[in-house]
């Protein structure tokens, strides 16, 4: 038997194509297995005999007695224990980082919550903080929503790790094609929210950078 405790509320999707839900809105699209029922899991699987623990995340293990334990308290034992605990969103200690409007984008959720902000609140205009990929696709994804999309980046460069200046030209040359606006040589130094603060303890929605 394979038992997996799952943070989130699905089973395992294809988070490399994770912009691509802004075209279907579709979560199955991404699924890994098959269709994702309304629990949140598959068919597969039953099929495979695979327990799924959605919405647990695995808190605790004990090495000598080899059980796992889970937030929910269920705890599970284990011959073998694999940890695939994936990667976690940085967020910059930037003040601010805590309002209302700010996002990680990581997730199915997280995009769904961007998706509810913009159409609660009318935005128009939205900062994508980071010029590399996945940056980069995140912008996409903002336009794709219907919102001017600004791209932030610290660094002289685009993907300053992937491509030079050359290739920076040619790829800022493509992006503002598109109607994306990028900011090189850009630091971040505030979330400045609808009521003119930029500390960490205001609640105000972002309104600007």
């Not at 971040?188 to 950078?209: C, F, H, I, K, R």
Request: contains cysteine; negative net charge; aromatic residues 6%.
């Amino acid at each position: 038997l394979i038992s997996t405790f799952c943070e989130e509320p699905r089973a395992a999707y294809n988070r490399v194509r994770l912009t691509s839900y802004f075209e279907t809105r579709d979560p199955s699209a991404l699924s890994m297995t098959s269709e994702f029922n309304e629990n949140g899991s598959t068919s597969w699987y039953d099929e495979n005999g695979v327990e799924i623990l959605l919405n647990d995340k695995a808190v605790a293990i004990d090495t000598e007695k080899k059980i796992v334990t889970g937030k929910s308290g269920k705890s599970i034992p284990y011959d073998v224990a694999v940890m695939a605990t994936g990667s976690f969103p940085f967020v910059p200690p930037i003040p601010g980082k805590q309002r209302p409007g700010v996002f990680v984008y990581r997730t199915i959720e997280d995009l769904e919550a961007m998706l509810a902000y913009a159409k609660e609140n009318n935005v128009q205009s939205a900062a994508v903080i980071g010029g590399g990929l996945l940056g980069l696709e995140a912008a996409k994804a903002v336009k794709d929503m219907g919102v001017k999309s600004h791209i932030i980046e610290f660094a002289p460069i685009l993907m300053c790790r992937q491509i030079d200046q050359g290739g920076h030209d040619a790829l800022v040359g493509k992006i503002e094609e598109m109607g994306l606006q990028v900011h090189c040589n850009a630091r971040t130094s505030a979330m400045v929210g609808s009521d003119g603060t930029d500390d960490n303890e205001s609640m105000a929605p972002v309104s600007a950078l």
